[in-house]
């Protein structure tokens, strides 16, 4: 099992998280954002390169058992004698809103991410949300140009790092923040203002993401800026919202790593495809849902999502 | 230019609102539910028969601006020496949330809606905002059931007057509410289970608003709730939503009443042309967007709502 042309590449924290919900709560529970990319790219039979820091308190088993379902875990250094990154976060009765009770950076506070030789010519680059300034020494340590870089990113580094934010950014292809983040980010409020300025600073591609409101997909085309929607899936229950948005962004580029295209058609799919991955996550706490999805669980889900977006143009034109 | 088998009976306010956003203010433009749904039906073809009641402050020229559009407007009784209902709100920076400075229920603190003889055979019924003991009055004066009841509420009633608001609810087809109202409607926290247990409260058919985010259908189905989403369209500026919600509703029922079908994909067809026609509401201030809507207008915008909701399943199952 080795890293190929159609691996991903992915820089992200691998941690534990404290996790309170209306629904319950869990103990220092595997998460964190490289986490969560690995485990949504493997359940597309898509490897991926997982660049990250780990602790001692951070049990082999568990990089065993990524390994077992597909994800290449010698990027992640484990420091002897040291901590495993922890967040801890209470969510509101809406499932919407967080409040973060406890960060403790650990090893995150020194970590610079080293590249694996055999993977510096990865085609497929996923940056999860970390300092901006580490992003872009990834981007800097590769050989040539990816095919396609994702960056993910958070207002945390628009309050505190916003020019060397603004400098990685102008090198990625899609950014995939949420729609406060791309008002701050734009000084725009209308989304689509805010999209057409963020196009404008470097990325051919923006995510915004809505949480339970769904995914906007903006594009800077030949005509000007296009848009695809995807709802999210209506769910019985939110039992755990954390890392929905990393198995997004590991399904988002997961889907176009497999299918080797990058245009806005195979962009609109990565999105369903995302945000299909993202509902298993939010359907159980931490890696429980993501970690056990089938192809077939999948393919259901996706047909769910065309049902549910499906009507015919031609029908409503004639009635007019 | 008469009340046939194909208009739709409309049952709401016709009133004065001033509006503050942050583009701007009007001061007593025309405003109200049932203004917004005929207007909306009337972009559709369909003649609406508005059943309302103004003051002597309401210019008959404004009401023949409305029947030359199509809206039929004997049944807006007009009150000698009395002042029209009045709505003052002030919308927030993010446009999704507004105060109401004032309001002025004047002639509407008596009204009784009286329906015209020959409008009693009515086939589509629209039963706007307002107490629900009236919207049940309106019901128990017609000759027999309408094809289709839809009827639009807010958490006020709810507030005040949940069970004549359930008892009139237990006799609609169609029920449209935003989604903390059907929270509050439901006592479930989950959208899925409040869908769940407002259509067994009656409804076939639930729409759930959700505003600049969109809107959600769903149907009780013989194999249980099925669901459909719509986003909303991402304009450059919502510059007021006053109404958005009515026009709404009067693109929803009118394409119904046009199409002259009551079934699942015909309904999903309807939230799409509502949707549509709510975007030109939002774009200007008052009625101004929805009363200068035409057919190219409108073919152009549900093409825009094609093109941002479609993608190809086949694409991506084969991709697994």
């Known amino acids: 099992m080795s890293f190929d042309s159609s691996s991903v ?28 990319i690995g485990w949504s790219a493997s359940t597309l039979g ?71 030789e055999e993977w510096k010519g990865a085609k497929w680059l996923m940056l999860g949300n970390i ?26 580094w628009m309050d505190i790092a916003m020019e060397p934010l603004k400098a990685v950014i102008a090198r990625v292809d899609v950014l995939t923040i949420n729609d406060e983040e791309a008002r701050q980010l734009s000084g725009e409020r209308s989304l689509m ?16 993401k809505k949480g339970e409101h769904g995914a906007l997909l903006f594009h800077k085309g030949a005509d000007g800026v296009e848009y ?6 209506p769910l019985e229950e939110v039992v755990d919202p954390t890392g929905a948005g990393d198995s997004f962004a590991g399904g988002f580029i997961g ?10 058609e195979a962009m609109k799919e990565a999105v369903v ?4 991955l993202a509902s298993f996550t939010c359907e159980s706490f931490g890696t429980e849902g993501i970690s056990s999805v089938d192809s077939g669980a999948l393919n259901a889900r996706l047909h769910q999502f065309r049902k549910m977006t499906r009507w015919e143009e031609q029908r409503v034109a004639v009635a007019l």
Not at 137 to 153: A, F, I, M, N, Y
Not at 273 to 276: E, R, T
């Open 131 to 156: 300092d901006p300034n580490l992003q872009a020494s990834v981007l800097d340590q590769l050989e040539g140009r990816p095919e396609l870089v994702v960056l993910d990113t958070m207002n945390f």
């Open 255 to 264: 889907h176009l790593a497999s299918v080797g295209k990058t245009d806005f």
């Open 9 to 36: 590449l992915a820089v992200g924290t691998v941690a534990f998280d404290t996790i309170q919900t209306p629904f319950g709560s869990r103990e220092r529970i595997v998460g964190g954002a490289g986490t969560y």
């Open 193 to 208: 203002k805010a999209a057409r300025c963020i196009l404008n600073m470097g990325p051919r591609y923006l995510i915004i």
């Open 273 to 276: 495809v995302g945000s299909a």
């Open 46 to 116: 898509v490897r991926t390169g997982l660049v990250s820091v780990v602790g001692e308190d951070f049990a082999q088993e568990e990089l065993n058992r990524m390994q077992n379902a597909g994800m290449l875990v010698e990027g992640i250094e484990r420091k002897a004698g040291e901590k495993s990154f922890f967040w801890s976060g209470s969510y509101h009765m809406d499932m919407n809103g967080r409040d973060t009770l406890e960060t403790e950076l650990n090893v995150l506070a020194d970590f610079k991410p080293v590249i694996p």
């Open 228 to 233: 695809f929607f995807c709802p999210a899936l």
